[in-house]
């Protein structure tokens, strides 16, 4: 089983989310877009033990101190494999039109659609969710799903950034949609909401 303690980062408010395997100690961030002493201080107190820097997908509010948090650490950043370019593309990940400096790095596991790994003794899979972007993904654990700018509490992201695009994200919407069971979503900005709300009050999943 994963603790979980959500971070407000960025004028966004994005939720920035601390894991830790209760069995192991072992830690994961998930879209560390920009810095928190907070979190940074927790991690300390933890151990240290940060295995992952997650990404759901590669907007500058979710992956601006990722490479700092991982170097500050030694731990391993994450990402789907079509979201890996979005991380040295200042065009991609829009800090060119927001005037931002971000250099350009790369993830250390690039993950496919279905991909499993494991933080400690719990074990994360991955699905591709384009739509907000080209290279969106949601991770799964326990009864959690952690999708980024895919799925909001009664709404879901935008689509007219590059490479959005509204048949992706209907069909990625269909996509969480159809897992079995009910689960605790945490989106990438906003409040927490379940699946089971959304499969009910969601304005486009509803109609899938």
Same mark, same amino acid.
């Given at each position: 089983m994963i603790k979980i303690k959500i971070y407000k980062v960025t004028f966004l408010e994005t939720n920035c989310t601390y894991l830790v395997d209760e069995a192991t100690g072992k830690s994961a961030v998930v879209d560390p877009g920009g810095r928190s002493d907070e979190l940074i201080s927790q991690?300390?107190?933890? /151990?240290?033990?940060l295995e992952y820097v997650m990404l759901t997908h590669g907007h500058y509010?979710?992956?601006y101190f990722a490479k700092q948090l991982a170097d500050m650490f030694g731990a391993k950043i994450v990402t789907g494999e079509k979201n890996?370019?979005?991380?040295?593309n200042p065009a991609l990940n829009l800090t060119a039109k927001h005037s931002l400096n971000l250099a350009p790095f790369s993830a250390d596991i690039l993950l496919r659609d279905g991909d499993t790994f494991?933080? /400690?003794e719990t074990e994360i899979k991955y699905i591709t969710t384009p739509g907000h972007t080209s290279g969106c993904g949601t991770y799964i654990f326990d009864d959690v799903i952690l999708c980024g700018d895919t799925l909001f509490c009664e709404s879901y992201g935008r689509v007219d950034l590059p490479t959005g695009n509204y048949a992706d994200?209907?069909?990625?919407?269909k996509k969480l949609k159809d897992l079995d069971g009910d689960y605790k979503v945490i989106p990438g900005h906003g409040e927490l909401t379940t699946l089971s709300h959304e499969r009910k009050y969601n304005p486009l999943m509803s109609t899938l």
């Open positions: 991690i300390k107190s933890d /151990g240290g033990h509010d979710h992956i890996n370019e979005f991380l040295s494991m933080l /400690g994200m209907a069909a990625s919407l």
